[in-house]
């Protein structure tokens, strides 16, 4: 279910349409750098940009995926496209081999597109060498930067790129994409169940949808319970149970649902942040 087009790319609007202009008018950077917690869109962006960028059939901006240079990205043989890890390839002679071989021309699209992500792994070497090329890049060349941590980048690197700050998703964003999918695979998935699998995800949307593979793992009908369970949350009962013994200021009470919590094998840390949420509904209640 990962998006094929900026159109499919949930909760980033303000970006995905900056970045279909650019496509459409032609006035397309040469380095971009995409900001921004885990699973909100960065790499995947950053491959349809790569496409958008290559295609011979543009779709006001967005890629068509259907030309040869689209099929050519899609199947992972296009040479000319480059996806780098910087956490295992972070020193300096990785860089300089990128930076050597942008210089030719590309053998089969219009461009050479490298995406480095995880790119605040470098070593400041390597950021050096990334910085030569930055600065003089040849015009047939895009370099996309991804990162979860921007302060780590240096800000030589950061005033030569387009920085675009990927947000965290929406819980109701999260809750309608994930009906969509269950729909188009023929699950049920009720209203708060999408709701707990939205509020685990804490805003990812990549998150959110490993979560909800593991829930249908066990049955095509998810309901918050299950997705309790094979998530290792605590249910509702036991959640209210805990709080009712706070109430009483029943301590031995409050530890016996505790380690029933904890013998059932539930994340602890969710224990409590359910208990948390339990009380501030109850406020805004």
Same mark, same amino acid.
């Given at each position: 279910?990962?998006?094929?087009?900026?159109?499919?790319?949930?909760?980033?609007?303000?970006?995905?349409?900056?970045?279909?202009?650019?496509?459409?008018?032609?006035?397309?950077?040469?380095?971009?750098?995409?900001?921004?917690?885990?699973?909100?869109?960065?790499?995947?962006?950053?491959?349809?940009?790569?496409?958008?960028?290559?295609?011979?059939?543009?779709?006001?901006?967005?890629?068509?995926?259907?030309?040869?240079?689209?099929?050519?990205?899609?199947?992972?043989?296009?040479?000319?496209?480059?996806?780098?890890?910087?956490?295992?390839?972070?020193?300096?002679?990785?860089?300089?081999?990128?930076?050597?071989?942008?210089?030719?021309?590309?053998?089969?699209?219009?461009?050479?597109?490298?995406?480095?992500?995880?790119?605040?792994?470098?070593?400041?070497?390597?950021?050096?060498?990334?910085?030569?090329?930055?600065?003089?890049?040849?015009?047939?060349?895009?370099?996309?930067?991804?990162?979860?941590?921007?302060?780590?980048?240096?800000?030589?690197?950061?005033?030569?790129?387009?920085?675009?700050?990927? %947000?965290?998703?929406?819980?109701?964003?999260?809750?309608?994409?994930?009906?969509?999918?269950?729909?188009?695979?023929?699950?049920?998935?009720?209203?708060?169940?999408?709701?707990?699998?939205?509020?685990?995800?804490?805003?990812?949307? %990549?998150?959110?949808?490993?979560?909800?593979?593991?829930?249908?793992?066990?049955?095509?009908?998810?309901?918050?319970?299950?997705?309790?369970?094979?998530?290792?949350?605590?249910?509702?009962?036991?959640?209210?149970?805990?709080?009712?013994?706070? #109430?009483?200021?029943?301590?031995?009470?409050? #530890?016996?649902?505790?380690?029933?919590?904890?013998?059932?094998?539930?994340?602890?840390?969710?224990?409590?942040?359910?208990?948390?949420?339990?009380?501030?509904?109850?406020?805004?209640?």
């Amino acid at each position: 279910w990962r998006p094929l087009t900026f159109a499919d790319v949930v909760g980033q609007g303000h970006i995905t349409a900056a970045l279909k202009n650019q496509v459409a008018s032609g006035k397309t950077s040469h380095a971009y750098l995409f900001c921004g917690t885990r699973g909100t869109g960065k790499t995947t962006c950053a491959k349809i940009l790569a496409r958008a960028v290559c295609c011979e059939n543009l779709q006001e901006g967005d890629p068509c995926n259907a030309c040869p240079s689209c099929l050519a990205v899609l199947s992972d043989s296009a040479l000319d496209i480059s996806e780098i890890d910087a956490a295992s390839n972070n020193g300096v002679d990785n860089v300089r081999e990128i930076r050597e071989e942008a210089l030719y021309a590309p053998s089969m699209l219009s461009h050479r597109v490298y995406i480095i992500d995880e790119v605040h792994m470098l070593s400041q070497g390597a950021f050096n060498a990334l910085l030569k090329i930055l600065e003089e890049p040849p015009a047939h060349a895009v370099f996309i930067l991804a990162t979860t941590e921007i302060h780590k980048v240096p800000a030589t690197i950061l005033s030569r790129c387009q920085r675009y700050d990927f %947000r965290r998703i929406l819980p109701e964003q999260i809750v309608s994409h994930l009906e969509y999918i269950t729909g188009q695979e023929g699950i049920s998935l009720s209203r708060d169940a999408a709701h707990l699998i939205a509020r685990l995800s804490d805003g990812s949307m %990549r998150d959110a949808i490993s979560l909800l593979e593991r829930a249908a793992g066990e049955g095509d009908d998810i309901g918050y319970d299950l997705v309790a369970s094979s998530l290792g949350v605590a249910g509702r009962d036991m959640v209210c149970s805990l709080f009712e013994a706070l #109430l009483k200021g029943d301590a031995a009470g409050a #530890l016996e649902v505790f380690t029933q919590s904890y013998l059932e094998g539930n994340d602890i840390i969710s224990l409590f942040d359910e208990l948390l949420s339990l009380i501030r509904d109850i406020y805004i209640f």
